[in-house]
């Protein structure tokens, strides 16, 4: 049988970067990138960010290449996975799950993370599962200052009688993570999840 070729796995890469030089003020862009990796990794956008701040690696001079203006990265998030081989296979990972699934994967997990402290910021949440994840020390730090400012707000919705409004506001855009989600493909995601987990280990 002839060996057949691995054609990769391109990731799209979207969010916002700085600007700026010695001629030019700081800005802030939009930018798209996407990048071929030999196989899924469910840490592609740690790779990510992290490749953004070494000048010698590829990522960096492609994103250079693309936007010769480009300082540092702002945000960043995985907006699309596409298998290049042609197989089926479900590539959903944190950056890509929505409310429900995440909630479901800190319960998988064990983490201790109140996702109502994220309530109506899913890139928080996010941001938050992967930190847990990959720094623990520094996510106490983060997640502690997190929960002071979700306490604060509270009290000041509370004290100001706007908690309807905001409670408003978030049952809207569950309603919307919800129909972006599917309960049939769940099962799947927790299984890539758990192989995934096991190879990092």
Not at 38 to 55: E, H, R, W
Not at 108 to 115: K, M, R, S
């Amino acid at each position: 049988m002839a060996n057949v070729k691995n054609k990769g796995v391109k990731y799209t890469f979207a969010g916002q970067y700085y600007t700026g030089n010695k001629e030019q003020s700081e800005q802030v862009k939009d930018y798209e990138l996407q990048v071929v990796f030999p196989q899924v990794f469910p840490n592609a956008l740690s790779i990510f960010k992290t490749s953004l701040i070494k000048q010698h690696d590829s990522i960096y001079q492609m994103m250079k290449k693309k936007y010769p203006n480009f300082k540092t990265v702002r945000t960043y998030a995985v907006t699309n996975i596409e298998d290049l081989n042609g197989t089926s296979v479900n590539t959903h990972n944190i950056a890509t799950m929505n409310t429900k699934q995440l909630i479901k994967y800190i319960e998988n997990n064990e983490l201790e993370i109140d996702a109502k402290v994220y309530e109506g910021n899913i890139t928080g949440l996010r941001n938050a599962i992967i930190l847990a994840k990959e720094e623990p020390e520094k996510f106490k730090e983060v997640y502690a200052a997190d929960v002071q400012q979700y306490e604060f707000n509270k009290q000041i919705n509370e004290l100001n009688d706007v908690q309807g409004e905001a409670d408003g506001q978030a049952e809207q855009t569950g309603e919307v993570e919800e129909e972006n989600g599917t309960d049939e493909n769940e099962k799947d995601i927790d299984d890539l999840l758990g192989e995934a987990d096991k190879v990092g280990e």
